[in-house]
């Protein structure tokens, strides 16, 4: 059987031309349909063509944010692992993820609550001017919402696609309420690698948009 193409570029190339024969006419704006492309060739999923909400600011913000070397902040080791460091160091943009901090399991045991929740409180700091990205745990996306209904400045996006059957539709459709810029889908569906390759198209996004 002949492999082809085998060169990365090239699959990927390949990939992102059968997703565009599949869907068609799809009506997306050209910068969202960036994202919304590297999502279903992230998971093959076409459901996202659908399932994805952009908040109207949301990509500028986005893009603004990486332009300037704002921090990305993740909800997961995971996430973090699947973001390109490629692009994002030619932005001058660092990834930042507590999860592995002794202090946030020793405080989610003190008080009865998810390592994600703590770090999420811990980090939000972090993400000043920046990019949070969940892709993990609704529970952090609650706490995210909590330190935002407390006063907390909000960053620049919200990039959350918490998976599950347990507050994670129910977080999302939190989050649409909110006027903080956002990207997140809909009910259950979502993923560390959902959230890595939003990270990633807008990376892309901002390094084909800025002047050499």
């Known amino acids: 059987m002949n492999w082809c193409p085998r060169l990365p570029q090239e699959i990927e190339a390949e990939s992102f031309r059968r997703i565009e024969a599949q869907i068609g006419n799809h009506g997306l704006p050209p910068r969202e349909w960036a994202v919304v492309r590297r999502m279903i060739h992230a998971t093959g999923d076409f459901e996202y063509l659908h399932n994805v909400r952009f908040h109207h600011r949301a990509i500028d913000a986005g893009l603004t944010a990486l332009r300037q070397g704002r921090p990305v902040v993740t909800d997961s080791r995971m996430l973090r692992a699947g973001i390109s460091t490629g692009p994002l160091a030619r932005l001058g943009v660092e990834v930042f993820c ?20 703590v770090a999420m409180a811990r980090a939000l700091p972090l993400a000043a001017g920046g990019i949070v990205a969940i892709g993990n745990a609704p529970t952090a996306l609650l706490s995210l919402l909590e330190q935002l209904a407390n006063g907390a400045s909000p960053p620049a996006l919200v990039v959350a696609v918490p998976v599950g059957f347990v507050n994670a539709a129910e977080s999302k459709e939190a989050l649409i309420c909110q006027d903080c810029p956002y990207i997140t889908s809909l009910g259950p569906k979502g993923g560390s690698a959902v959230a890595a390759s939003i990270i990633n198209a807008l990376a892309i996004l901002a390094l084909a948009e800025t002047p050499s």
């Open 98 to 117: 507590l999860m592995g901090d002794p202090e946030v399991a020793e405080e989610a045991g003190r008080g009865g609550i998810t390592r994600a929740a």
